[in-house]
């Protein structure tokens, strides 16, 4: 418990710091759309693009690993779209918004730390694989599903949809950069030590802003607003993708316990604060996303010391 409150609470912290500091008059209302540019245009892609550059290829291609990590995601991500279509009528780009509230981790903040605490540096693989899933391909194919759904209102040719949306996907920089990075350590130079230095400098940067940034938006915003599907996302987080996480893990890793351990570890994490940069950034579905990244956050105290319980993890 104590190693969890060790990593949740600062977490919760600089979140509540955003909210003070708005609430205050601190900072301008206009902050968290200053913060946002600032993530999504250099913190955010400058971090990706370290953490693909230096990157063992042969590490992260676990087979078995990634197929049970992503079949859980597959799996609350599609039941997260049918429920937002079904039960709250939301519209293509929102219901993708919903589904991957569901499955984006906060692999980098929470993740990082409880693996190295509890297993020490040589687990840290796994970790970097979830996160490259999370930055990469969830981001890759919400941005996507948010393209597509602001488009296809517009009419027009489906051919040029297409192009339209793969040239805005195109130039993403949270989605160029870590494409950037694996196509950098493919070819096994290594990063010259003041790109290092720079990168580790702005990076970590990117966190912090995005959680302050949140923050910031919930000023005056009530926090009843939405909370059925805040409460469903929030249950899909922190108790149906570790679950269903668990039953591909046990399948496919039950004869590495470490490592199906740090599979449902991955999975059941609260929702990741970057992901609200995304949603900011192209106005869909804003503050439901802030709300869920804020209550899964304060619960998964709660929902990962029974992780730790049931997993026997000391």
């Given at each position: ?23 205050l008059k601190l900072v301008c ?199 059925a599907e805040v409460a469903l996302m ?81």
């Amino acid at each position: 418990m104590t190693l969890i409150i060790n990593v949740v609470l600062p977490v919760f912290a600089i979140l509540g710091a955003g909210y003070f500091a708005g609430r205050l008059k601190l900072v301008c209302e206009g902050g968290s759309d200053a913060l946002n540019g600032f993530v999504y245009y250099f913190a955010l892609p400058i971090l990706l693009f370290k953490a693909m550059a230096q990157v063992d290829a042969a590490t992260v291609l676990n087979g078995s690993y990634i197929g049970a990590y992503l079949a859980g995601q597959a799996v609350t991500f599609g039941l997260g779209i049918a429920l937002a279509w079904i039960v709250f009528r939301l519209s293509l780009a929102e219901a993708a918004s919903h589904g991957t509230v569901g499955i984006y981790g906060n692999v980098g903040y929470m993740g990082i730390p409880l693996v190295l605490a509890v297993f020490g540096e040589g687990a840290l693989p796994p970790v970097v694989i979830a996160t490259i899933i999370n930055a990469a391909f969830n981001i890759a194919v919400l941005t996507i599903f948010i393209e597509i759904g602001q488009r296809s209102g517009q009419g027009g040719h489906s051919g040029r949809m297409v192009r339209d949306v793969l040239w805005a996907v195109s130039k993403n920089p949270i989605l160029v950069a870590p494409i950037l990075g694996f196509l950098w350590a493919l070819t096994g130079a290594p990063l010259p030590q003041p790109l290092i230095t720079f990168g580790s400098i702005f990076g970590a940067a990117a966190g912090p802003c995005a959680l302050f940034s949140i923050g910031l938006f919930l000023v005056g915003k009530p926090l009843s607003e939405g909370r059925a599907e805040v409460a469903l996302m929030t249950a899909l987080k922190l108790v149906f993708h570790p679950i269903v996480t668990f039953g591909f893990a046990w399948w496919l890793l039950r004869d590495q316990l470490q490592l199906m351990t740090i599979c449902v570890l991955m999975a059941a994490l609260p929702t990741g604060a970057n992901l609200f940069i995304l949603a900011q950034r192209y106005g869909v579905y804003v503050y439901r996303t802030s709300t869920a990244i804020l209550a899964s956050t304060v619960l998964s105290v709660a929902t990962l010391s029974v992780f730790f319980l049931l997993f026997e993890v000391r």
